[in-house]
């Protein structure tokens, strides 16, 4: 279990110091994806306990975005004089998008043959 | 008289005590997910019971009521908020697991990605500005789908707040996350990738969060839909932005 914290951590902060480093516009941890992605493909396997930290974190992910999600306290006046606009972009936008892009996703990948239906899990 | 005295004096020094340790908020961010958690299954697991918003509404009330600030609240939540860094890294392990199939839906998802983007800005903004939001508005609501930490730099680099940014890309994400499965019942898109890739694109790591929740395949291409449209906003925005 230490190594595989270890091993998080390491990845996240090569990610970190890299992105800072040569100032490329990325968060740190998508880039530490990739190094542990790396290691993962030169392993050959996924050890027991990172598995098991990936278990825990993954399936309460939405728990890490509260902190963030409070800060709306410090914007209610904006929101009470722009509540229209604001509201009614989000949710046309964001069901637009989701559409759009599983529509397109889905047409290309049963142009290409790649669908395969018995599969679905 | 004087024991009254001393009790109000104790609860004032507990008080004090309790706002200076970051266990109080820490612990009061958890009990709010509980609730959040548990209202989301007695409601038979519907994803319009976000567990998300309800523990932002039980929090925002409850620092209100305290009269606690946003700042004192994050010295506390920041170690919850830490987590995010490592859960992203996480991320391989899914990922390694079904490297096979993203290799082989490249092609689809990189068509996806791209139409997915530009729909993101372009609709957000055209809406917003058609119903008359201020341009500050707009230049904070354009990276909207982009994960926080990106969309917080980009609306900074053109002229939005990025503690709006922070608000909206939030919204974006809990929006997305409770209306991603009728809306995709109703198109009929029945392939979790597709699915998870599309709720990724629009919704980040919330629509992750939501898509790991349903099935692991979905989860592991919104991830991926995640990182890739957060490199896509970051150059897409500042290339729009003339239009605003």
Known sequence: MVHAILALLVCQLLGEVIVRAAGVPIPGPVLGTFFMLGALAALREVPEALNAVAGVLLSHLSLLFVPAGVGVMLHVARIRTEWLPLLAALFVSTALTIAVTALVFFWVMRRMGLYEPEQRS | ?244
Do not use: C
């Open chain 2, 1 to 244: 008289m004087n024991g009254v005295q001393d009790a109000t004096d104790n609860l004032d020094l507990l008080w004090v005590y309790l706002q200076q340790e970051p266990l109080l908020w820490l612990t009061a961010t958890l009990g709010a997910y509980a609730i959040g958690h548990s209202l989301h299954r007695a409601a038979g697991g519907s994803p319009l019971v976000n567990s998300v918003a309800v523990a932002i509404a039980v929090l925002v009330a409850l620092l209100v009521v305290t009269g606690t600030s946003y700042a004192t609240y994050f010295d506390g939540a920041q170690f919850v908020h830490f987590l995010l860094g490592p859960a992203t890294v996480l991320l391989a392990v899914p990922l390694y697991r079904n490297f096979n199939r993203v290799r082989r839906l490249l092609v689809p998802m990189l068509a996806a990605l791209v139409v997915g983007s530009i729909t993101a800005v372009v609709s957000a903004v055209a809406v917003a500005a058609a119903l008359g939001a201020s341009p500050e508005t707009l230049r904070s609501l354009a990276p909207k789908s982009a994960t926080t930490p990106i969309a917080m730099g980009i609306a900074e680099g053109i002229g939005g707040l990025a503690s709006l940014t922070a608000t909206l890309v939030i919204i974006t994400g809990i929006i997305g996350a409770m209306i991603v499965t009728p809306l995709l019942n109703l198109l009929r898109v029945t392939d979790w990738a597709a699915r998870g890739f599309a709720v990724g694109v629009a919704s980040h790591g919330i629509g992750a969060a939501r898509a790991f929740q349903v099935n692991q395949l979905a989860g592991t291409f919104a991830g991926i839909a995640m990182a890739l449209n957060a490199l896509l906003t970051a150059i897409l925005v500042p290339l729009l932005v003339g239009w605003i």
